[in-house]
Every structure is written in structure tokens, then in C-alpha cells.
């Protein structure tokens, strides 16, 4: 690991950022990413705590998993459009992180993408998105209101467990299931109206509200 690094220009000549290429550079600040870039793969950037902000270019249409885990003082951040999935762990403990637009076109928000983000004020996920994985969202300590869209069917496992201050939910109209401990330790949730189309509500879902 480069620990002492603190800015990365890549040249026009790259089209694949590989797996942890970057990982634990701890003292990165500074990265620019060419157009000629397209794919950009697992943990590239895990563990760069002293990144603050990076944008993604259009050129880009795939992301790994782990790709931002424990940047802590990420604050910004642009995805592309051509983006259609948050992976895994994709923002795992990025506790800076105040706000996020989830880009349409994008299906999947994988399990713990947004895991432990504690500074997580809002998120607007798109009405593209049909999964959400569990725990995505889990200890996001911030997070006051979401909105699950209809084509979404499952809320799995931890999805929004111990979001401490979400206060408000609207489940889409297409959830039929509810994992357990989906919303448990929501200590500040004062109410949520369940759709009819729900037939599984697992243990402890709502345990601790």
C-alpha cells in the first residue's frame, strides 16, 4: 500500500482500474479519472480515508464491489447514468456521506451498499430499482425518510435496521415480503402502512421501533 500518496492523474491510455489497485491508500485526496475508462473493479479505492470527493466519468459502465468501503471522508460523489448496479459494500462505512442520488437505470442496490453510512441524510432511489439488498441501508444513522418503489418485491434482512432517526417509510405497492429485522431498532419510526400485497412479515422486523 502507498500510504504516502496524495494524487493520482490516470492517463488516457487506461480502460480498466482492477481490483484494489488503490486499496488502502490512505493518504489519497486527490484522483482523475479519463473518459477512456470503463470499467473499474472490486475494492479499487477501499480503504482511501482521506478521499473527499471523486467523479465517476459517463465512460464508465461498470462497477466492482467494496469500491468505496471505509472511505471515510467521502463526502461527494457523481455516478453516471450508464451505472445499473450498486454493488456490495459499494459505500460500506463512508460516514461522511450526507446525500445521495441513486442514477436511473439503476435495477440493483446490493447488500450493505450503504452500510454503516452514519452521516446519511437522504437517498432517492430511482424508480428503475427492482432489488435492494440486505443490511443496504443498515445503521445509516442519519436517515430520516425513504421511499421503497413499487417494482421493488423484497425487503430483505437488516435492509434499514437500526436506522435510529427514520421516522418515515412508504413501502411500494409491489413488496410482498419483509425480512427479518428489516426495520428493527428504527427507534424514531411513528408509523408505516404495510401494503396489502405483503404475505411474509419474518422475525423481528420490526423489533425495537
Known sequence: MCTSLTSVTIPDS???????????????????IPESVTTIRDHAFYGCSSLTSIIIPDSVKNLGVGLFCDCTNLA?????????????????RCASLISFTIPDGVTNIGDYAFGGCVGLRSVTIPDSVTTIGGSAFGSCDS??????????VRIESGTFGYCVSLESVEIGESVTYIGSTAFAGCSSLESVVIPENVIYIYD????SC
Open 76 to 92: 461527494s460523489i457523481t455516478v453516471p447514468d450508464s451505472i445499473t448496479s450498486i454493488g456490495n459494500n459499494m459505500f460500506l
Open 204 to 207: 423481528g422486523a420490526f423489533e
Open 143 to 152: 436517515l430520516t425518510s425513504i421511499i421503497i418503489p413499487d417494482e421493488v
Open 14 to 32: 487506461v480502460t480498466i482500474i482492477s481490483n484494489c489497485a488503490f486499496n488502502d491508500c490512505s493518504s489519497l485526496a486527490s484522483i482523475t
